[in-house]
């Protein structure tokens, strides 16, 4: 692999382009199914990838295949079946460790050891791993899918989200048998009243994790040493005997009708690993806002209408309509905090169908990135907003895009059963489409316009199903 200097430059100059696709045609090694999580080792040699097919495929450098694969010569050098008897969404690397854990719809939670050595050594062929040979517990805690796992600096934690509301502490030298009734299991953190997609923490402030889902909002919890006044100590009144405490809630502008019906969710959440403060939310049907868990909250927002938003390039506005808390949300009152306005707002990118991560780009996160049901990747400026590249990522839609450790070098992944690898290219960039920005702009707008409109008429439909008493089984997302 071709050692480039991970700056900031890399980005800002548009040079990015798709160098490489992993699990194409006859692969050996390809996936079966669409591609929903990718993971990278700490040390990047390891690439993840999991997705429908419930398997864990390990991508490596294979330097043994020389100039004639091209700069990035990733291989699949070993294979999981997982057991998960539905689509994984994560895959995580546990601290410091060769244990593997995943999550998947099929509310299980399942953590595999491979072998102690073999997840970092350089194989030779294609291994293969049963869940029999690999797996070293599976934990049945949550009620519902689950949606994404978050490592700690430990082999032995880690935290997951679920749509059945909570988030759970997992500590893997403390074993205990679920139960069905919940009984046997550890409490968890936390318990709210919608369902949960998204979980963000930096290793920064490890103390401080952000949830969203459901909700017009997310939402910033503070575990330090349960039973100190933090919501006092973040200026915020009442006191909680609960194992966290809600310490800010992040909003905007409803962006459009549909959210006042209870349409609103977050599909994605992302805190700065450099920074530590910096929080990126991705609303479907809306665009990507930044927030700062440093900045104060405005009082009137609950109550009026003065809610900062930006036009896309900056600039702030104002609207004097109804405010955040005009939307239906039925929050109890340890959630009804004062709300947290945006910094920043990046647009452009279509977020109906599925459920889309967002990430940060660059050494100092200087980038935003998110994908977009139009098959392509966006990326921004940060500090400006501005729209920096749009480059094809799938064949469908792109739900995943992640960073490599060291290198400006991203795996790309969605619909398709492929990884696509981008990286700074000197030949012609045959995946940008920045040169037909205004076009896929405006096709995006008017499809996201259109499914609201969509979802409009069928959340009346439902609501008028529900006062009929009889209520028809809700349509669950393809591929989240």
């Not at 299980?108 to 517990?137: M, P, S």
């Not at 009137?300 to 405010?323: A, C, H, I, K, R």
């Not at 889309?356 to 400006?384: A, Q």
């Not at 959340?459 to 809700?474: F, K, N, P, Q, Y």
């Amino acid at each position: 692999m071709r050692r480039h200097c991970p700056t900031e430059g890399r980005y800002s100059r548009n040079s990015l382009d798709k160098v490489a696709v992993l699990g194409e045609h006859d692969d050996p090694g390809g996936h079966s199914g669409c591609v929903n999580a990718l993971h990278w080792s700490a040390d990047g040699s390891v690439l993840l990838s999991a997705g429908d097919d419930t398997r864990v495929h390990f991508w490596r450098l294979d330097s043994a295949q020389g100039q004639d694969a091209g700069d990035y010569p990733l291989t699949c050098t070993a294979m999981l079946q997982t057991g998960h008897t539905n689509n994984i969404f994560n895959v995580q690397i546990l601290g410091n460790s060769s244990r593997i854990a995943t999550c998947a719809a099929d509310r299980q939670v399942r953590v595999f050891d491979i072998h102690g050595g073999d997840l970092y050594r350089q194989n030779h062929g294609l291994t293969k791993y049963t869940k029999e040979q690999a797996c070293i517990r599976t934990l049945r805690c949550h009620r519902d899918r689950v949606k994404r796992i978050i490592t700690e600096n430990s082999p032995d934690y880690f935290l997951t989200v679920s749509e059945d509301g909570t988030v759970r502490q997992h500590d893997l030298r403390t074993p205990h048998k679920c139960s069905r009734k919940d009984e046997a299991c550890p409490s968890p953190l936390l318990r709210l009243p919608f369902s949960l997609s998204t979980i963000a923490l930096s290793p920064l402030t490890p103390y401080n994790f952000v949830v969203a889902g459901d909700s017009p909002y997310g939402y910033l919890f503070d575990r330090r040493q349960p039973g100190r006044r933090f919501k006092e100590e973040w200026g915020a009144e009442g006191v909680s005997n609960d194992l966290t405490s809600c310490v800010r809630r992040f909003g905007r502008k409803p962006s459009g009708k549909k959210e006042y019906l209870g349409g609103e969710h977050i599909t994605g959440s992302r805190m700065s690993n450099d920074n530590g403060h910096e929080l990126l939310l991705s609303y479907s049907g809306d665009a990507v806002y930044l927030y700062s868990t440093r900045d104060s909250p405005e009082e009137s927002l609950s109550q009026s209408s003065d809610v900062s938003s930006s036009d896309g390039n900056g600039s702030g506005v104002s609207s004097t309509e109804d405010g955040p808390d005009a939307l239906k949300d039925d929050l109890p009152d340890t959630l009804r905090l004062p709300i947290v306005v945006p910094r920043q707002r990046y647009h452009g990118a279509c977020n109906m169908d599925t459920v889309k991560d967002v990430n940060f780009l660059g050494p100092k996160d200087n980038y935003v990135v998110s994908g977009s049901d139009d098959g392509n990747f966006f990326i921004w400026d940060k500090l400006t907003g501005g729209l920096r590249d749009i480059l094809e990522g799938d064949e469908s839609i792109v739900n995943v895009i992640e960073q490599h450790p060291s290198l400006p070098v991203l795996a790309v992944s969605g619909i398709d059963s492929t990884v696509k690898i981008f990286a700074p290219s000197g030949n012609v960039r045959n995946s940008s489409r920045i040169s037909q920005k205004e076009e896929i702009m405006q096709n995006n707008m008017s499809q996201e316009q259109s499914l609201s409109m969509m979802l409009h008429a069928e959340m009346s439909r439902h609501r008028v199903v529900i006062a009929g008493e009889t209520l028809a089984d809700e349509p669950e997302c393809v591929y989240q």
